[in-house]
């Protein structure tokens, strides 16, 4: 069986967050889509293969950070029709759940066609085609549309017979802060039952290279806490469970990591943090408060930056999403960070914020950020960012954590300038 992972015509929806990767690799309580699938592929679904179908700027990314081909553009000389298991079409968007699993291996068996559907939207979550329905499609594709063989699947797939079953998607950004709290003990009890730690202390466990320094306050009471190899705890550290810390993350002396963190690998992080995502290689090892907020990657925060994740009104948060106002039902909500964005000292980030990518905050920030923005509202001063700035910033910045910066990085940095340009000209504020 071939298995796709697709992004759909609404993973737009959750920019910023995916402006700098495909929707399966954003970390929710810290599990990721992408490695569920590959252990599935490696292990209940054995002999099936995984590809992708991801926005075309993204394919060289795919390949060489989560070693995935790029789904073929047509049939091919019935090359996927000759599979006698078919294929099973999955949402780039799903929700990594534990509870997700047995949803798939089951779907995966199903001797005939079916989906499941997006309640809320109606958009296609999952679904099975076997190899007979798929020779049928085959031939009604060639003498079609010209779009791509993933996308016309996607679209058949709502006429097949509909599964009721209890699978969940992302549909905006704050969405994933949501499934973050709701899902992160039991994402760490998984990983402490499927990998090899040593528990330290009561609720404590730990990978090799594991230190933790003196005078740690340590708090197990509402889920375990998980520290993979090489993973630096400095002294007079509170920590509390659930949390999770990817491999040679440090945390700085003096910190509270609290409520149901998820750090990346090679993270830095000091401060406050709570209830809060930060992906690999961002820093905020300086004194400041960061929670109910997703962090991208290789972000720096200056030291004293704060957000707010509650409205003095202790009422629910509403946010915007370029011209879409909703009310998201929480009454904690953070901000969203794009990827490669810096803050400067004391920057101080409003409520339910959404910062794009490669954006530099100064003072107050106080309404959402477009990508490739310095931002300085409070000095009167507002400038477009320009991509090769960029590029040279992320070449010191790989160059600090030993990371190669390779054509397709710079690439990146170029492509996402041209995938954001509508969010700058909304306003007439941002100028050379």
């Given at each position: 069986?071939?298995?796709i992972?697709?992004?759909?015509s609404?993973?737009g929806q959750?920019n910023?967050?995916?402006?700098?990767?495909?929707?399966?690799?954003?970390?929710?309580?810290?599990l990721?889509?992408?490695?569920?699938l590959?252990?599935?592929?490696?292990g209940?679904l054995?002999?099936?293969s995984l590809?992708?179908?991801?926005?075309s700027?993204?394919?060289v990314?795919?390949?060489l950070d989560y070693?995935l081909d790029?789904?073929?553009?047509?049939?091919g000389?019935?090359?996927?029709?000759?599979d006698v298991?078919?294929?099973?079409?999955?949402n780039?968007?799903?929700v990594p759940?534990?509870?997700?699993?047995?949803?798939l291996v089951t779907?995966?068996?199903?001797?005939?066609?079916?989906?499941?559907?997006?309640?809320?939207?109606?958009?296609?979550?999952?679904?099975?085609?076997t190899?007979a329905?798929?020779?049928?499609k085959?031939?009604?594709?060639?003498?079609?549309?010209?779009?791509p063989v993933?996308?016309?699947l996607?679209?058949?797939?709502?006429?097949?017979?509909?599964?009721?079953?209890d699978?969940?998607a992302?549909h905006?950004p704050?969405?994933?802060v949501?499934?973050h709290?709701?899902?992160m003990?039991?994402?760490?009890?998984w990983?402490?039952?499927h990998?090899d730690?040593?528990e330290?202390?009561?609720?404590v466990?730990v990978?090799e290279?594991?230190?933790?320094?003196?005078?740690?306050a340590?708090?197990?009471d509402n889920?375990p806490?998980?520290l993979?190899q090489?993973?630096?705890?400095g002294p007079f550290?509170?920590?509390?469970?659930?949390?999770y810390?990817?491999?040679g993350?440090r945390?700085?002396?003096?910190?509270?990591i609290?409520d149901?963190v998820?750090?990346?690998h090679?993270?830095?992080?000091?401060g406050e943090?709570?209830?809060?995502i930060?992906?690999?290689?961002?820093?905020?090892?300086?004194?400041g408060?960061?929670?109910?907020?997703?962090?991208?990657?290789w972000?720096n925060?200056g030291?004293?930056?704060?957000?707010?994740d509650l409205?003095?009104?202790?009422?629910t948060i509403?946010i915007?999403?370029?011209?879409?106002?909703?009310?998201?039902?929480?009454?904690?909500?953070?901000?969203?960070i794009?990827d490669y964005?810096k803050?400067?000292?004391?920057?101080?980030?409003?409520?339910g914020?959404?910062?794009?990518v490669c954006s530099m905050?100064y003072?107050?920030?106080?309404s959402?950020?477009?990508?490739f923005?310095?931002?300085?509202?409070?000095?009167?001063?507002?400038?477009?960012l320009p991509?090769?700035?960029m590029?040279?910033?992320?070449?010191r910045?790989?160059a600090r954590?030993?990371?190669p910066q390779r054509?397709c990085?710079?690439?990146?940095?170029?492509?996402?300038y041209r995938?954001t340009e509508?969010e700058?000209e909304?306003?007439d504020?941002y100028?050379?």
């Amino acid at each position: 069986m071939q298995m796709i992972c697709f992004e759909d015509s609404r993973v737009g929806q959750l920019n910023p967050i995916i402006q700098a990767r495909p929707a399966y690799a954003v970390t929710c309580a810290s599990l990721r889509l992408v490695d569920r699938l590959k252990t599935l592929v490696a292990g209940p679904l054995a002999g099936a293969s995984l590809c992708g179908a991801v926005r075309s700027y993204l394919a060289v990314i795919q390949k060489l950070d989560y070693e995935l081909d790029q789904a073929e553009p047509t049939f091919g000389n019935g090359k996927w029709s000759r599979d006698v298991n078919g294929i099973m079409l999955v949402n780039a968007r799903l929700v990594p759940r534990v509870a997700l699993d047995k949803v798939l291996v089951t779907l995966a068996n199903e001797t005939e066609s079916c989906c499941i559907v997006d309640a809320d939207d109606g958009s296609v979550l999952v679904a099975r085609w076997t190899a007979a329905d798929l020779a049928r499609k085959q031939s009604e594709y060639a003498a079609g549309a010209e779009q791509p063989v993933t996308d016309f699947l996607v679209q058949q797939s709502l006429a097949l017979p509909k599964r009721s079953v209890d699978v969940a998607a992302f549909h905006w950004p704050h969405d994933v802060v949501a499934w973050h709290m709701k899902e992160m003990r039991e994402s760490i009890e998984w990983r402490l039952a499927h990998g090899d730690y040593t528990e330290t202390a009561d609720g404590v466990f730990v990978s090799e290279g594991v230190s933790i320094g003196q005078y740690a306050a340590i708090n197990t009471d509402n889920g375990p806490i998980l520290l993979e190899q090489n993973v630096k705890i400095g002294p007079f550290c509170y920590l509390e469970g659930p949390l999770y810390a990817g491999a040679g993350t440090r945390v700085i002396e003096h910190s509270a990591i609290k409520d149901g963190v998820s750090l990346g690998h090679t993270v830095k992080i000091g401060g406050e943090v709570e209830a809060s995502i930060i992906e690999p290689y961002t820093n905020k090892q300086h004194h400041g408060f960061l929670g109910h907020s997703y962090a991208g990657s290789w972000i720096n925060l200056g030291a004293g930056t704060c957000n707010s994740d509650l409205k003095n009104t202790y009422g629910t948060i509403n946010i915007e999403y370029g011209e879409t106002k909703m009310a998201t039902g929480m009454q904690f909500l953070g901000c969203f960070i794009g990827d490669y964005s810096k803050s400067a000292i004391n920057t101080s980030i409003f409520t339910g914020k959404v910062i794009g990518v490669c954006s530099m905050l100064y003072g107050f920030v106080t309404s959402n950020v477009p990508s490739f923005v310095n931002y300085a509202r409070l000095f009167g001063q507002t400038a477009l960012l320009p991509a090769d700035v960029m590029i040279n910033t992320q070449a010191r910045m790989f160059a600090r954590r030993n990371v190669p910066q390779r054509e397709c990085d710079k690439q990146l940095i170029l492509d996402m300038y041209r995938q954001t340009e509508a969010e700058r000209e909304v306003t007439d504020q941002y100028t050379l």
